[in-house]
């Protein structure tokens, strides 16, 4: 049998990461525009390269036409384009991109080309909703509540933070109104709202806040419950909101001698080098998954680290080796639904569901689980 | 004998009270390139009006050569030009403007003009020199040490401050490193530090910090101890340390969107709504100047609120009634040296000294003074 041919589009630190990982299986190329990130990857591994525009439809089309699967690892705001090329050419595909449009927009054109085409593949979302999927699958459920975060192991004041993605984006977290479900009916939450410490194990105290991270559950869940709520150092929070309430994120221009600027792209600038993560400098993740139903409350627990070994973040590994444990499932026939098809869908089947956990699990990544009733 | 001709220069918050005090018994004339603050004043009281830019050097030697006195209360940053143009147009005057350059240099100038120039006429600089100039001609001093601080009488978070004068001049002092005398030398604080709570009577608890304050007196005075501390709100100057450090007051231009921003300009603007001082807001002033020498301690304590009746700040009545204090001197031939003279010069004099405390006394700003031995 030959081997399978995969294109990963995107060599950032999240693309990186999946490449390095499925080419110990497939044949794997990546592609980027950055010569750079793509001389490394090639020194490095088993791995083919080819320098393109992806911000460009015909470039994608073209260079993907002889893979028989597509990971698109782009930056988010051209995540939706480049994954509505990839549909239109015909290949299945699974996407890290967390673009913020509505993927169920190209899920009529993922069914016409009989194509299957995983979104919001990373942790949370990503892990988290294949989770809720096989429970909701089996189960009445009363609630869903997810918690997540990437943080640095030896944080500095006064954040004591460091964005394993753009500080823009981390910025639009801080800024974007956060819809969770309550009493069945969705409900926003101001953003940074929510706040509670809460005691995660080996990560110790974290507070919580409410982000807008429920995405496609919102349409494809019936729970009347569910909230989502990111998790950063107890402290970090209240700077956010003096900033926020200061004005520093403000999308209104003011006039600087002339030139008209968002006060939120200056501010996204000056953190800029407060928030950037440092080549190889340690992070850990924290996901915890409480769902409840029929008398149940059953807890996910996964804390994972940076890789000393092979210098991997645990940010790129938890997202990127959920992302190619699907990669799997669909190279392999396991998972072979059509159209636009989010985590929670993939972890439906026990198989699939059971495939991920074991395939995370190899790679280090442990999760616990616990079960109590409810009394 | 006929009325004296005083021509106020700049009609700010503070211009327009110095002129309407002085009409009551002078002949005044405003000069101002802002036609809607000219025909306010005009309106209201006995005051004449010319419009004038002010920023033009002939345009102030124009408008000033029939006059008997000038005082320079134009912005700061054209202070030092416009002092220069009144000494060579030969007119004695008192200074408001607080520049950043030293007045001395042009003290040979005034001295040829054979002119008076009082500078830094306000309260602090001001008032605190003419107290300390009073005793330091008196008795041996071992120490100076002064206080001060205009604030909102209803403070609001997080800032719990309002800006008498604009944002950017107030950055300034939280940017400037402070000159402090210890041991008979000149040392440089740290801007910011040196932060401590101090109870002031009818204000109450406030915390002082160091400010480069002290001015001419590093060069007039020949004493072994003096500070200067700046008065706010405890809790302000922990907001202020941590925008320093994130780095929003930062010189160093970045470029946003093709566009060279230093983050300190935009940092001005976005805190200019919140420290913008409204519209007969409730403000309050507060001033402590302690002296120690020949075994005694002197204390003079001044608290000052907003004026309900006439609508004036605080902040204008005490800066501006030094100042008009000290015109009246000069008009009067009670305060006749000549050069550029400090307000220390001013307080030298017994009789001086005694006015100006009587004349603000009379305007409802009150001092208390106590003594007492060191033990």
Same mark, same amino acid.
């Given at each position: 049998m030959r081997t399978k041919k995969i294109a990963v589009l995107g060599c950032g630190l999240i693309g990186r990461t999946i490449a390095t990982d499925l080419c110990r299986n497939y044949h794997v190329t990546s592609i980027d525009n950055d010569m750079d990130r793509l001389k490394e990857i090639e020194n490095n591994h088993h791995v083919e390269t080819i320098k393109a525009d992806l911000s460009k439809k015909e470039n994608v089309k073209d260079v993907i036409k002889d893979f028989d699967l597509v990971i698109c690892a782009v930056p988010g705001f051209m995540g939706f384009e480049t994954l509505k090329s990839i549909i239109e050419s015909g290949k299945d595909v699974v996407d890290i #991109?967390? +673009?913020? !449009? @509505?993927? +169920? !927009?190209?899920d009529q054109l993922a069914k016409d080309k009989n194509i299957t085409a995983v979104v @919001?593949?990373?942790?949370?979302?990503?892990l988290s909703g294949i989770i809720l999927g096989y429970h909701n699958e089996r189960m009445q459920l009363e609630s869903f509540e997810c918690y997540v975060g990437g943080l640095p192991l030896e944080p500095k004041l006064p954040f004591m933070y460091k964005a394993p993605f753009s500080p823009a984006d981390v910025i639009e977290e801080y800024i974007r109104p956060a819809r969770m479900v309550e009493g069945g009916k969705i409900v926003i939450k101001e953003a940074l709202s929510g706040a509670e410490i809460i005691e995660f194990g080996s990560a110790g105290k974290l507070e919580a806040f409410y982000t807008d991270g429920l995405r496609t559950l919102l349409k494809t869940m019936n729970i009347p419950e569910m909230k989502e709520k990111t998790l950063r150092y107890p402290g970090h929070i209240d700077i956010i909101k003096l900033l926020k309430e200061i004005g520093f994120f403000s999308e209104k221009e003011i006039e600087i001698g002339g030139a008209k600027i968002k006060p939120i792209v200056a501010a996204s600038k000056i953190l800029f080098p407060h928030w950037k993560l440092e080549k190889d400098e340690k992070e850990f993740t924290v996901l915890q998954v409480i769902i409840r139903g029929e008398g149940k409350r059953i807890q996910y627990d996964l804390y994972d680290e940076f890789e000393e /070994? $092979? /210098? $991997? #973040?645990s940010m790129a590994r938890t997202t990127g080796y959920t992302c190619t444990a699907v990669a799997k499932l669909l190279l392999e026939n396991d998972f072979n639904r059509k159209g636009i098809c989010p985590p929670e869908f993939v972890g439906e089947d026990q198989e699939c569901f059971n495939n991920v956990v074991s395939y995370l699990n190899v790679r280090g990544i442990k999760m616990t689980r616990s079960e109590k009733p409810i009394i």
């Open positions: #991109s967390f +673009f913020a !449009e @509505d993927p +169920f !927009e190209l @919001d593949c990373g942790i949370a979302p990503g /070994k $092979t /210098k $991997t #973040s």
